[in-house]
């Protein structure tokens, strides 16, 4: 067995294991035929994996050694326009295809049973190649859209949970339907209590809290539904402690898949806006869901979700210690606080300027700056999908 970097691993070697032994993919014990995994790895901050030691591995090192480190690094840099606008469409397709979907179950009209497992594939694998990315990037919508965005966004967030978690592909499948229809009982919910903009009375939260069980019976009509996505949509709400609804269901009770989508939809109404409510930034949802681990969350979930996502997801809109604001472009995973970030002026969003917060003095090993705070975009009037977007096109 060796050990080596993960700027190392190649396609053709035998992946045994990696540096994060909470972390269990399925491409371990196997050889690697998709690349993908490798971004996957780095994307959860993993700088080492064990490889079989065998005269493939030997004769892949030795080309790879010839290589600078300068050469390394670059290839580490990967995130294209192409790339960008492609997520970007996928997304906006999806998000086409959920309007769909609840106009269907509004109207009574049948759900295409292969169309749905078919966009659940696509979130799969969208959700297998951007688990950091900030999803606002993709949303272009209002608050009229909450539901559909909000859908969307858990099933990628719970997909890409589940395969970080090393599920088999069925389960995979599973909680990405469930995780996508985990919220159709709310179109059984009074529109005027849905969509209400002050505090809910008691009987309207009550109102509320039944859209687990009419999501439940509206699944049950889909054909061929896996009993496992029924349990995603019933159990969303439910908290490890008991205190959730609509059973009161403690941490042994609640399935592992309606356990990893009460994480991920809490998460993502954290951080969405609505007609009532400001949302909050990602850091704080961070913090959030981190002191309700062990609590209100499954605390072993709990850490491999905050470990995909890491503290400052890419479009996070930072201030810092030196006054400047940023956007931040990639994750650092070697520091999850020195992201590199564009800088850019809140009046200009075409004024961009890339810097890696990983910079130090080399006197007193300090850096030259550092995140001071995490921004609402819409209090800074800084778009970050306009200003990711304008840098790309640049280079």
């Known amino acids: 067995m060796l050990k080596i970097n993960i700027e190392d691993l190649k396609k053709g070697m035998t992946v045994l294991k990696c540096d994060k032994e909470w ?4 491409i371990f014990g196997k050889v690697l035929e998709d690349e993908n995994y490798i971004d996957l790895m780095r994307n959860y901050g993993v700088k080492h994996v064990f490889v079989e030691n065998n005269k493939v591995a030997q004769e892949i090192l030795n080309t790879n050694n010839k290589e600078s480190d300068k050469q390394r690094l670059s290839d580490h840099f990967n995130l294209t326009l ?32 292969t169309l749905l ?20 990037l993709f949303e272009e919508s209002d608050d009229s859209d909450y539901l559909f965005k909000h859908s969307l966004n858990v099933a990628i967030f719970s997909s890409a949970l589940a395969k970080a978690m090393g599920y088999e592909d069925k389960k995979i499948q599973a909680i990405t339907v469930g995780s996508l229809l985990h919220d159709i009982g709310m179109k ?70 309606g ?54 997801p890419v479009g996070t809109v930072v201030k810092l210690d030196t006054g400047e604001y940023g956007v931040v472009f990639e994750n650092n995973p070697n520091d999850v606080n020195a992201p590199k970030v564009l800088l850019v002026d809140p009046e200009d969003n075409s004024n961009v300027t890339l810097y890696d917060l990983s910079s130090y003095n080399i006197v007193n090993k300090k850096p030259y700056k550092k995140i001071e705070s995490v921004l609402s975009d819409k209090a800074t009037g800084i778009k970050p999908a306009e200003v990711i977007e304008h840098f790309l096109r640049s280079k």
């Open 82 to 113: 192409k790339d960008f606008l492609f997520f970007k469409e996928i997304y906006n397709e999806l998000m086409d295809f959920v309007k769909k979907m609840f106009y269907a179950l509004d109207t009574e009209e049948f759900l295409d049973e």
């Open 117 to 136: 497992l078919r966009s659940c594939y696509t979130i799969e694998n969208f959700a297998s190649r951007t688990p950091t990315f900030a999803l606002n």
């Open 259 to 312: 356990k990893i989508t009460a994480i991920t939809d809490t998460y993502d109404a954290l951080t969405s806006h609505r007609a009532y409510k400001e949302n909050i930034s990602h850091r704080e949802a961070f913090n959030i869901i981190f002191s309700w681990s062990g609590e209100h969350f499954n605390s072993i979930l709990a850490k491999f979700f905050l470990n995909m996502l890491r503290p400052y």
């Open 23 to 26: 972390l269990n993919l399925p």
């Open 188 to 257: 059984k919910v009074p529109k005027e209590i849905y969509n209400k903009k002050g505090k809910l009375t008691k009987h309207e939260y009550f109102e509320i809290k039944k859209h687990p069980i009419y999501g439940f019976k509206l699944a049950q009509n889909i054909k061929n539904i896996e009993p496992e996505s029924l349990s995603v949509i019933l159990e969303h709400h439910e908290r490890s402690d008991g205190t959730g609804y609509p059973r009161g269901l403690k941490e042994d009770k609640i399935s592992a898949l």
